[in-house]
């Protein structure tokens, strides 16, 4: 792969799931390419946003169907990847990092031991080496102690260490590229900053590409190298992270104009009326590289 080549393409992407009443889209049509940068992806809650990213691993649960132009990461077709082959992607070429890590960890077993099976996994190291690199890890994220916090279980962690423990854990086999779906929501303001500096330091060592999910404007947009912004399915805008005070779309404009002013905390926020034709195939703008 040269340096020109982009790590992820994904071309009219669709997920939709069947229901009662028909067939309903929750994704429609959402284009990107993604180099070794991190790409924001932003919208309100059912969006599509999150769907985006696990559709990329094809990570829809039945009976999602996902389909696709084209579906690549480093130019080979995921929609036509086998389950076997997906197995030997997922974790060791694309990690995804998920929104709350005590639905994600194995409640019986101790934090460290899952950090050592992820790597042996991948690698085929033994449990001594494995072991090593599980402790160099939990240093890698910043946590005291890594020999005491590799012995606990995942009650035995608080939030915050969690997700760190999440991010270690899928970061250790040394992946391409990072989904991060909401990796620091539940989190309070001052552990939010750690973590999201965590990620960008280990981006920048590893020169890793992210695909950062969020409902947060001001933190995707101080944090990432570009933004999509979703609405209904659809990518109504994207634009590079420095230019987001310029946006056009009515869209974008009402979520910037939405958030509380600290200079006048008694501003009326305005309401947004949603408008049909941003679901409209001629009313959405398609994000592109």
């Not at 994600?104 to 101790?110: A, E, G, K, R």
């Not at 979520?255 to 049909?276: G, K, Q």
């Amino acid at each position: 792969m040269d340096g020109t080549e982009p790590l992820l393409e994904v071309a009219n992407l669709r997920v939709s799931f069947p229901t009662r009443n028909g067939v309903t889209e929750a994704v429609r049509g959402v284009s990107f390419t993604l180099g070794r940068e991190k790409l924001g992806i932003v919208g309100e809650s059912g969006s599509g946003k999150s769907v985006t990213g696990r559709s990329i691993l094809r990570l829809v649960p039945a009976p999602g169907v996902v389909t696709a132009d084209r579906l690549a990461f480093r130019g080979e077709d995921l929609l036509a990847a086998s389950d076997r082959r997906l197995r030997a992607i997922r974790g060791r070429r694309i990690a995804m990092v998920m929104q709350d890590p005590k639905f994600s960890l194995n409640p019986v077993m101790t934090v460290g031991r899952q950090i050592a099976e992820a790597y042996r996994v991948h690698s085929g190291a033994g449990a001594a080496e494995a072991k090593r690199r599980a402790l160099a890890m939990l240093e890698a994220v910043r946590i005291r102690d890594p020999e005491r916090v590799y012995g606990r279980y995942p009650h035995e962690v608080s939030g915050g260490m969690g997700q760190r423990i999440m991010i270690a854990m899928m970061l250790i086999p040394e992946p391409d590229l990072l989904i991060a779906d909401e990796p620091t929501s539940a989190l309070d303001v001052t552990v939010q900053m750690q973590v999201l500096a965590i990620l960008d330091d280990l981006c920048g060592q590893r020169g890793m590409g992210m695909v950062f999910v969020s409902h947060d404007l001001n933190l995707v947009a101080s944090f990432c190298d570009r933004i999509l912004i979703m609405y209904a399915g659809r990518v109504v805008e994207s634009c590079r992270a420095s230019e987001l005070r310029n946006a056009t779309h009515p869209y974008t404009r009402g979520l910037l104009d939405s958030l509380p002013r600290l200079d006048d905390p008694r501003a009326e926020l305005p309401v947004l009326t949603r408008d049909p034709a941003w679901t409209k195939e001629d009313g959405a703008r398609e994000g592109g590289a």
